[in-house]
């Protein structure tokens, strides 16, 4: 068991086609890779993409976590993608279109019976995994279950709703905090959708101050050069970090053992703020160690 939570602030979309992109993934900074099967590669390179993918796995394993993205297994290349991904042993496999529990399930008992010590995350980008969301983060809180986080695909839930992309997202926002509340009743973690002007990065670190204030854990990436502002934005500020170790410091204190609620700075703290400040105090350790 990781001592931290594993830090999972950038999280950048690598297309397993993509050569000069796979030979360069472990010189970059983000937290976590995802190895793209999918949306980014043609129908007539999956082949290609799954011999690709191969040959990148037998390198020695670099620091980042990674995650392979498979087809959908309803389709024509998902039971392909699967077996690739098995013998791979990815830290995760992401499972696109998740629409109701029985999408995780199938997975689930394909990878018990093959005893792969591979975490499942899962799309959320249709209507159906929205109004599926409470019985999607059930399998968060099942031990024996593999769930580790959700992935918000904003593009296809602004296809699939019809919803407006405006700049602010103003539209987006409500499915956006649907998707983080339920995260949080599931205990997995819970990533923002990307944004797609790679370019204008002063756009994009707007985009994930919301996302963090939202209660994000991170968000996917679709260009190494958003890397930096992802990191920055999904890290606890050195004042946090300084105000949590204030409100353990105090709790530790002999004259406040037992005691439920301590005035600290002129304001009321209680154990529910000693849980939060440990909680930050362990992502930023976590954050330190994975720079």
């Known amino acids: 068991m990781q001592q931290f939570p594993r830090p999972r602030r950038s999280v950048l979309y690598v297309p397993a086609t993509n050569q000069k992109a796979l030979a360069k993934v472990a010189e970059l900074a983000c937290d976590a890779v995802i190895f793209d099967l999918e949306d980014s590669v043609a129908p007539g390179e999956k082949q290609a993409a799954r011999q690709s993918l191969a040959a990148h796995f037998q390198a020695p394993r670099m620091r980042h976590e990674r995650i392979i993205r498979i087809n959908s297994l309803a ?45 499942i995350w899962i799309m959320i980008e249709t209507p159906k995994a929205i109004l599926n969301l409470g019985a999607l983060a059930e399998f968060g809180r099942d031990r024996g279950a593999r769930l580790g986080c959700f992935v918000t695909g904003t593009n296809d839930l602004a296809k699939e709703t019809g919803v407006a992309v405006t700049p602010d997202r103003r539209y987006l926002a409500p499915y956006l905090a649907q998707v983080v509340v339920a995260a949080r009743a599931g205990g997995v973690d819970v990533l923002d959708g990307p944004c797609n002007d790679f370019r204008d990065l002063d756009v994009f670190a707007k985009e994930c101050a919301e996302a963090a204030a939202m209660g994000f854990d991170g968000k996917t990436l679709i260009h190494p050069a958003q890397i930096a502002a992802a990191n920055a934005a999904f890290s606890p500020s050195q004042a946090a970090v300084v105000e949590a170790e204030a409100i353990r410091a105090a709790f530790a204190l002999p004259e406040n053992a037992g005691k439920g609620v301590l005035s600290l700075d002129r304001r009321m703290i209680e154990r529910l703020h000693l849980d939060q400040a440990e909680k930050l105090l362990a992502k930023a350790a976590a954050m330190k160690g994975n720079r």
């Open 75 to 119: 389709g024509d290349w998902g039971a392909d993608d699967l077996k690739l991904s098995i013998a791979c042993r990815p830290d995760a496999i992401l499972l696109p279109k998740v629409n109701t529990p029985r999408d995780i399930q199938a997975v689930d008992e394909m990878l018990d019976e093959d005893d792969a010590d591979i975490a």
